[in-house]
């Protein structure tokens, strides 16, 4: 694994700068540019904002009651509470009531209907946070409760959608299906997970003196947010400028989730003409914010004797709670990777998002990928069962290849090699065989323990799929003593994002990342600007801020060709120097000094940059298209060992060789995959959200939901980043996205587990085991196997 890059080394391809660039000597990849800050605790985040004495703060009132009608909602005694200064309901919005982020149907505070445990009723503003939440628990609160629909499998057969369902096809998937030597059928659950922040859901806004309002906020999207504000407000987008320095985390959960917030802190500021702070308490936050949608997939698929499949039929029904909200999007994504890595052959595949009373599930890295993987992997496992044959023996005949390189949504699929490369490589540095080999024995002779093996890939599609956001913007500024400032539409959530950006804007313009700063993202700004999701922060706001910095470089060149007298094709700069070449002489200008004389020669300094991703489209009506700009790849071997007696379990080693094209900066895409692959794990092994027959959600808090910790990392973890690999397409400097596709390749500790309970029956079975795989599940199904084995594996179904 490398851990120095050369910044300066001009990239491959149609994406490689002009000739004015030069190599610049190799330098050690920066490091996060808030790396000491967070360290030290002195990075700022929405709490340690500084706000003005009489700044007021925000306590929500939630319902108690998941499904009724509000029948009372008596406030009289909360108006009269020690320091509050506010109290608002629905009937106290000026502007639009629903703030519902592309279909309507998120109310900001209830009417008449209630639709979910922990729906917002109220708002308080008072003195201080201890006395709004006091005032809060005196509100009155009558609900007439109706029964509710918790089960997304019984609503999607009542129709209960929140969206149409959506179908994908290729070929005669039932001629398939009755053609085929073999056929197997099963069902999945596939939980949910929190998105567990460190920093929770917050906001500060300040009114101004344009009758506008000013929003610091925890958001990813602060465009959608500034949207939202000004349409419940009742003013134009212009009055609301919103902010983002950085967030305590998101991973989706503040895509669109966060804007409801800023939008009562914002309403409440404009209403008493006061600063207003508004931070959810954990438990609080828990309950009134959407999760990584539960689904329920079920898959009949036919396959051959060598287990390649021939085709079948899909189906991925997402628990999307009570309103749309991005679910439609997280459906089809989940179709989109219903097939992984895999040719399906001629199938269907088809997306049903069931209304729940639920809050709205929302966006958590990988946008409804991962659950899609979910149903194809455990069909890889039944298969190799059904057969006798190793899972990676049967995951490696059906992987992509020429010949089976199109995917049932129409994509073709590029750098098919390359997934058998991944493979391949870690099949052989992780001594995958002798190790299977090793763990065979050790099961025949152990009881009790059992130790599992598994080994699975990732192809995850790059782009977002509405195709509108795959655009950014960036605005260059150079002051006149050669310092740089550069602000982008993409928002820091720890992920190392701004870090790339300056990297870009160094690169392009020769000069050490020191002298570059990224500002807090700001929608005065940067306008109209994407979310900061679909992994695609780096490519789509490192392409905008290259943009701009090769804006100001040409005029630069220009500038200098003339006032220098220099030949304006042997021009370049490089190491902080503007540099000339003629014959073997070089003439170097000082960047101070050519900024500077540019500046007396009245060059703009200033640059707006843009980038649109070429080549995506996708047609609804026919669910074919190329919905992704490209594929990220990547490949885990996970071993685990497992009490069969208790379901306790130990994940002892995990193997990793992920693709990131040429890494932009390889500490932190190592990072990337180490911490996509942990929050997965969480959330098959650990993270179980637990729900009581009303509705109400019992793990609110880090006492009752457990995700990861340090003790929870494999004592020997390997991860390499895949090397000489470009990417195939014109990316920022041939590189590619890592936010979300290491997340996916925690399902080999899934199926490692699988397999160490598949020893209990000598392999010949694949048993059932829903996620999250908790020590309950695994004992269960452990249980199951040694009394009844024969009802833990799919049965081949007649044809």
């Given at each position: 694994m490398r851990t120095l890059t050369d910044l300066s080394r001009p990239p491959v391809g149609p994406e490689a700068p002009d000739r004015h660039t030069a190599p610049a000597e190799p330098r050690q990849a920066p490091a996060h540019d808030s790396a000491t800050l967070h360290v030290t605790g002195r990075a700022r985040y929405l709490d340690d904002q500084p706000a003005p004495a009489d700044a007021l703060h925000v306590a929500v009132g939630l319902s108690p009651t998941a499904c009724g009608r509000l029948t009372q909602l008596g406030l009289d005694a909360v108006r009269r509470a020690p320091g509050v200064i506010d109290v608002i309901t629905v009937v106290d919005i000026p502007g639009k009531t629903d703030v519902g982020p592309v279909f309507p149907g998120d109310p900001l505070l209830a009417d008449a209907e209630v639709r979910y445990v922990g729906q917002p009723l109220f708002a308080v503003a008072a003195t201080d946070f201890k006395a709004a939440r006091r005032a809060v628990a005196l509100a009155e609160v009558e609900i007439d409760a109706q029964p509710a629909q918790l089960d997304p499998v019984a609503a999607a057969e009542a129709q209960e959608w929140v969206r149409p369902p959506h179908v994908q096809q290729s070929g005669d998937w039932q001629q398939a299906l009755a053609g085929a030597a073999h056929v197997l059928e099963a069902e999945q659950f596939v939980g949910g997970q929190e998105h567990f922040y460190l920093e929770g859901q917050a906001c500060l806004a300040l009114p101004n003196e344009d009758d506008g309002v000013i929003v610091h906020t925890s958001s990813q999207h602060p465009s959608e947010v500034q949207k939202l504000i000004a349409e419940v407000l009742g003013v134009s987008f212009h009055a609301v400028t919103v902010e983002v320095r950085r967030m305590g985390g998101g991973f989706g959960g503040k895509e669109t989730q966060a804007a409801p917030w800023a939008c009562l802190a914002a309403l409440l500021a404009r209403r008493t003409g006061r600063a207003v702070r508004l931070r959810l308490p954990r438990g609080d936050d828990m309950r009134a914010t959407g999760k990584r949608h539960p689904f329920h997939n079920r898959y009949r698929l036919g396959f051959d004797a060598q287990g390649v499949l021939t085709g079948g039929d899909i189906t991925v029904i997402g628990d999307c709670g009570h309103s749309p909200d991005l679910s439609e999007a997280i459906v089809?994504?989940?179709?989109?990777?219903?097939?992984?890595?895999?040719?399906?052959?001629?199938?269907?595949?088809?997306?049903?998002?069931?209304?729940?009373?639920?809050?709205?599930?929302?966006?958590?890295?990988?946008?409804?990928?991962?659950?899609?993987?979910?149903?194809?992997?455990?069909?890889?496992?039944?298969?190799?069962?059904?057969?006798?044959?190793?899972?990676?023996?049967?995951?490696?005949?059906?992987?992509?290849?020429?010949?089976?390189?199109?995917?049932?949504?129409?994509?073709?699929?590029?750098?098919?090699?390359?997934?058998?490369?991944?493979?391949?490589?870690?099949?052989?540095?992780?001594?995958?065989?002798?190790?299977?080999?090793?763990?065979?024995?050790?099961?025949?002779?152990?009881?009790?323990?059992?130790?599992?093996?598994?080994?699975?890939?990732?192809?995850?599609?790059?782009?977002?799929?509405?195709?509108?956001?795959?655009?950014?913007?960036?605005?260059?500024?150079?002051?006149?003593?050669?310092?740089?400032?550069?602000?982008?539409?993409?928002?820091?959530?720890?992920?190392?994002?701004?870090?790339?950006?300056?990297?870009?804007?160094?690169?392009?313009?020769?000069?050490?990342?020191?002298?570059?700063?990224?500002?807090?993202?700001?929608?005065?700004?940067?306008?109209?600007?994407?979310?900061?999701?679909?992994?695609?922060?780096?490519?789509?706001?490192?392409?905008?801020?290259?943009?701009?910095?090769?804006?100001?470089?040409?005029?630069?060149?220009?500038?200098?060709?003339?006032?220098?007298?220099?030949?304006?094709?042997?021009?370049?700069?490089?190491?902080?120097?503007?540099?000339?070449?003629?014959?073997?002489?070089?003439?170097?200008?000082?960047?101070?000094?050519?900024?500077?004389?540019?500046?007396?020669?009245?060059?703009?300094?200033?640059?707006?940059?843009?980038?649109?991703?070429?080549?995506?489209?996708?047609?609804?009506?026919?669910?074919?298209?190329?919905?992704?700009?490209?594929?990220?790849?990547?490949?885990?071997?996970?071993?685990?060992?497992?009490?069969?007696?208790?379901?306790?379990?130990?994940?002892?080693?995990?193997?990793?060789?992920?693709?990131?094209?040429?890494?932009?900066?390889?500490?932190?895409?190592?990072?990337?995959?180490?911490?996509?692959?942990?929050?997965?794990?969480?959330?098959?092994?650990?993270?179980?959200?637990?729900?009581?027959?009303?509705?109400?959600?019992?793990?609110?808090?880090?006492?009752?939901?457990?995700?990861?910790?340090?003790?929870?990392?494999?004592?020997?973890?390997?991860?390499?980043?895949?090397?000489?690999?470009?990417?195939?397409?014109?990316?920022?400097?041939?590189?590619?996205?890592?936010?979300?596709?290491?997340?996916?390749?925690?399902?080999?500790?899934?199926?490692?587990?699988?397999?160490?309970?598949?020893?209990?029956?000598?392999?010949?079975?694949?048993?059932?085991?829903?996620?999250?795989?908790?020590?309950?599940?695994?004992?269960?199904?452990?249980?199951?196997?040694?009394?009844a084995p024969e009802t833990q594996t799919p049965a081949e179904t007649p044809q």
């Open positions: 089809d994504r989940a179709m989109f990777h219903a097939d992984n890595a895999y040719s399906l052959g001629d199938a269907r595949v088809t997306g049903i998002p069931a209304r729940t009373h639920n809050p709205s599930n929302t966006a958590f890295r990988g946008f409804g990928g991962p659950q899609g993987m979910m149903i194809v992997e455990r069909a890889m496992d039944d298969i190799a069962r059904h057969l006798g044959e190793d899972p990676l023996t049967i995951r490696k005949r059906n992987l992509y290849r020429p010949g089976r390189d199109v995917t049932h949504y129409g994509q073709h699929v590029e750098q098919t090699a390359l997934l058998h490369e991944i493979v391949s490589r870690l099949e052989t540095d992780s001594d995958y065989w002798a190790r299977r080999d090793a763990i065979r024995t050790y099961n025949a002779s152990s009881p009790v323990l059992k130790k599992g093996l598994a080994l699975t890939p990732v192809k995850f599609g790059i782009s977002f799929t509405a195709k509108h956001l795959n655009q950014a913007g960036a605005l260059l500024h150079i002051y006149t003593d050669g310092s740089v400032m550069i602000n982008h539409g993409g928002t820091e959530m720890g992920q190392g994002l701004h870090t790339k950006v300056g990297q870009v804007v160094a690169r392009e313009l020769g000069l050490d990342n020191s002298a570059v700063r990224i500002s807090a993202t700001r929608t005065d700004k940067v306008p109209n600007t994407s979310p900061t999701a679909a992994s695609s922060g780096a490519d789509l706001n490192g392409m905008a801020a290259r943009n701009a910095a090769m804006q100001v470089r040409e005029r630069l060149f220009d500038f200098a060709a003339e006032h220098y007298q220099f030949d304006r094709e042997a021009i370049r700069l490089e190491n902080g120097d503007l540099v000339a070449s003629h014959g073997e002489n070089e003439r170097r200008i000082a960047w101070g000094e050519l900024v500077q004389a540019a500046y007396l020669g009245r060059v703009s300094l200033s640059a707006t940059g843009f980038y649109a991703t070429p080549l995506i489209h996708y047609d609804r009506t026919t669910g074919q298209g190329r919905p992704f700009y490209y594929y990220a790849h990547g490949a885990a071997v996970s071993e685990v060992i497992v009490d069969t007696l208790s379901g306790e379990y130990r994940v002892t080693r995990v193997d990793i060789l992920h693709d990131v094209g040429d890494s932009l900066n390889p500490a932190i895409d190592t990072g990337q995959v180490e911490g996509g692959f942990i929050q997965g794990m969480g959330w098959l092994t650990s993270e179980e959200l637990k729900w009581d027959a009303t509705g109400r959600l019992l793990s609110d808090g880090p006492a009752t939901y457990k995700i990861p910790t340090i003790g929870d990392t494999p004592p020997d973890f390997r991860v390499s980043l895949l090397e000489g690999h470009p990417n195939s397409q014109a990316s920022l400097y041939r590189s590619k996205a890592v936010g979300e596709p290491p997340f996916m390749l925690a399902i080999s500790v899934w199926s490692a587990l699988r397999d160490a309970l598949s020893s209990l029956a000598d392999y010949r079975v694949s048993p059932a085991l829903d996620t999250p795989a908790t020590p309950e599940r695994v004992l269960f199904a452990a249980q199951t196997l040694r009394q």
